[in-house]
Every structure is written in C-alpha cells, then in structure tokens.
C-alpha cells in the first residue's frame, strides 16, 4: 500500500526577537515602532528657529538643501531687516541673496521668499494661509513646506513631513518602499495615525540626526534596534 502524506503541518519557527509576526506593517509593530520614538524624544520640536508662521514659511523654504543650524545662523539678520511679508516684497533681490547666500540656492531662494511676501500681501491679506491647497500657491512651498507650516504653526495634520530624515529611516523601518519623497509620504499617511504625522516626521528627523544617520547609523545606541532589519544595519543584538 503506497504512503500517504502526513496531513499534520510542519510547526511554524518561532519569530526571532523583536520581529513581527505578520510583517513590517503589522499594528503591533508600528505601535512600537511609535512608543520607542515616543520613549526616546518625547518632547520633540521643530529645529528651525521662528516667532511666526511667517518666519517658519521663510525658515522652511531656506532649509532646502541646508541644515537647520545654518538656516538659524541666517533668519536673525534676515527678519530682523524684512520682518513682515510686505517689508520681503519689497526687498531687492541683491539684498536678499547677501543675506542669505550661506544657506545655498541663494539666488532661487531670493526670488522664492520675495515671490512669497508678495502673494501672502496681495492674494492672503498679510497673513500666512492656514490650508494645503493655499499654501502650495505660495513660490518655495511645496507639499513638504506647506506641511511643516500646517502642523508646526498651525497643528493640522494634512500630510506628513518628508525629508530627508523621513525619507530614509521609513524606508528602513519598512514603513515605506517607494523611491520618491511624495509617494514615500502617501505610504507613511496609511500605516500612521493621523494624530501622530506631526510628531512622528519630528522624531523621526530628530532620530536621522543623532542615530539613523546616511553613511554609518548608530545601531548600537538605537532603541528601534530590534524592530529594524535593514541591509545596511551596522550593528545587532
């Protein structure tokens, strides 16, 4: 009489420590991939420096291609000689290049914060508009910026912050495949609670900083160590 296969399943290896059961998505996971964050930056804020949603827009929109501490090295002269929109719009472009031209782009980011004041005075009244699609009208500020302004200023959680920083350690987390900044931001907006984008592009840009850096992360002193399996890890427990 031929033998008839085992209908018994082979039992399922137990999942190595800190892995999820039901992939990188699972609940769990991102419930804990959020605590850590929480645990490790609690109080988290905005790096650049700003009294305004004004200041932040200008901040934001100088920071492209610039680190945030250069970027609070320029804003002081800069605001402190065109303080308001109205005061940008009228601004001669050689003025505004000198003063910002550490921060790089100079000449683009002149004409983007003088275009700025000039739509906020003619088209906003004044005021920084509190809305997505208003502020994308605005020269300099695309999704990223507007999203910076909405939630920093304004606490609307429209989008999530996608910089670098973010762009990087969601890839490595597994939150995120895609190749581009805007596609990586609609992956992290369905794994993500609405109520936690603003706090959570701030540790994690915080966390791309002082641990999860480009060329050599600090997995050593990471405590999402064990719920990260990226390739170029540098270090496991």
């Not at 996971?29 to 200041?55: F, G, N, Q």
């Not at 208003?134 to 609307?156: H, Q, Y």
């Not at 994690?204 to 170029?232: F, T, Y």
């Amino acid at each position: 009489m031929p033998a008839t296969k085992s209908s018994k399943q082979p039992a399922k290896k137990p999942s190595p420590k800190g892995r999820p059961q039901r992939g990188d998505l699972a609940p769990e996971r991102v419930a804990a991939i959020l605590k850590a964050l929480d645990e490790a930056y609690p109080e988290v804020k905005c790096a650049l420096t700003h009294r305004s949603p004004w200041e932040l827009l200008v901040a934001t929109i100088l920071s492209a291609q610039c680190t945030d501490v250069r970027v609070n090295m320029v804003t002081p002269a800069l605001f402190k000689r065109f303080p308001t929109p109205a005061a940008m719009s009228k601004a001669t472009l050689p003025e505004l290049e000198d003063l910002i031209r550490t921060t790089g782009f100079f000449r683009n980011k002149a004409k983007s914060i003088q275009g700025a004041g000039r739509k906020i005075v003619e088209e906003f009244k004044g005021k920084v508009p509190e809305t997505l699609a208003e502020l994308i009208t605005i020269p300099g500020a695309a999704r990223k910026t507007a999203n910076v302004v909405l939630g920093v200023s304004f606490g609307k959680a429209e989008g999530v912050v996608v910089d670098t920083h973010v762009f990087r350690i969601a890839r490595r987390l597994g939150l995120a495949k895609a190749e581009t900044a805007e596609k990586v931001e609609q992956e992290l907006m369905k794994v993500i609670p609405q109520d936690r984008w603003i706090s959570f592009s701030h540790q994690l840009i915080h966390h791309g900083r002082q641990v999860c850096e480009a060329r050599k992360p600090k997995c050593d002193r990471c405590n999402l160590e064990q719920l990260c399996h990226s390739k170029d890890k540098t270090w496991s427990s």
